[in-house]
């Protein structure tokens, strides 16, 4: 079973410009999520997707933040415009249910210089 | 909202001294789940723990769940330089939010 693939793995922007993440769930998982970890912080909830649908998006910073999951399968997340404070590991992760336990991605570094 | 907090943040130990690790939650909990992080990886389920009292064995590691499910540790036995990692409890509040809430973790180096 392949797992949780999250692309890139590492992205390095400015302050100001655009980047998109990318998650692809387990196959079948219909259970979704995204996290951040700052440098020494905990591991934060952002938003939980089932299917489609956004189930729980309290965790999203501001609007500068746009999660998507089209179709129910791979998800992504977009941060317009980029801010210092963004910095952080973003750890996507799928579920089969909501109760199950969480498989996480190897997560994407984003500096913003 | 609801916190999680977990303690110690560091922990070195030298190969073969126990470990272990404690999580407190602001609220009342319907389960505790267990991650652990190798540096440069990503978190693994280890665990999840249910009942109130509960207390679970994974070989050198022992979970528990307090009385009034706002608590849980993680003890490890006789560490062995394989341990290294960031450890992190996780909690939901139940109902209908299946949201995890972490702890900060706690890294976990051992000397050989």
């Known amino acids: 079973e392949a797992g949780v693939t999250q692309f890139p793995s590492h992205s390095v922007i400015e302050k100001g410009q655009t980047v998109t993440l990318r998650c692809d769930p387990i196959?079948?998982?219909?259970?979704l999520y995204w996290y951040r970890r700052v440098m020494g912080k905990e591991i934060k909830f952002l938003l939980h997707?089932?299917?489609?649908?956004?189930?729980?998006e309290s965790g999203m910073p501001n609007n500068r933040f746009l999660a998507e999951r089209t179709g129910g399968t791979y998800s992504t997340l977009k941060v317009q415009p980029a801010e210092l404070e963004d910095s952080g590991v973003y750890f996507c992760?799928?579920?089969?249910?909501?109760?199950?336990?969480?498989?996480f991605g190897n997560g994407t570094r984003l500096t913003v210089t | 909202g609801q916190q999680v907090m977990q303690i110690p943040q560091y922990q070195h130990v030298q190969e073969g001294e126990d470990f272990t690790t404690y999580c407190n939650s602001s609220t009342t909990l319907s389960n505790i789940q267990w991650y652990k992080q190798r540096p440069g990886g990503h978190p693994v389920f280890l665990i999840q723990l249910v009942k109130s009292g509960e207390v679970k064995k994974q070989k050198r590691l022992t979970f528990q769940f307090g009385e009034a499910k706002k608590n849980s540790s993680l003890h490890i036995t006789a560490t062995q330089t394989t341990d290294v990692g960031t450890y992190f409890c996780a909690g939901k509040s139940g109902g209908s939010n299946y949201k995890l809430t972490f702890g900060k973790g706690t890294l976990l180096t051992v000397n050989p």
């Open positions: 196959s079948g998982h219909d259970n």
């Open positions: 997707f089932v299917k489609e649908s956004k189930q729980d």
């Open positions: 992760a799928s579920s089969p249910t909501g109760v199950s336990p969480l498989h």
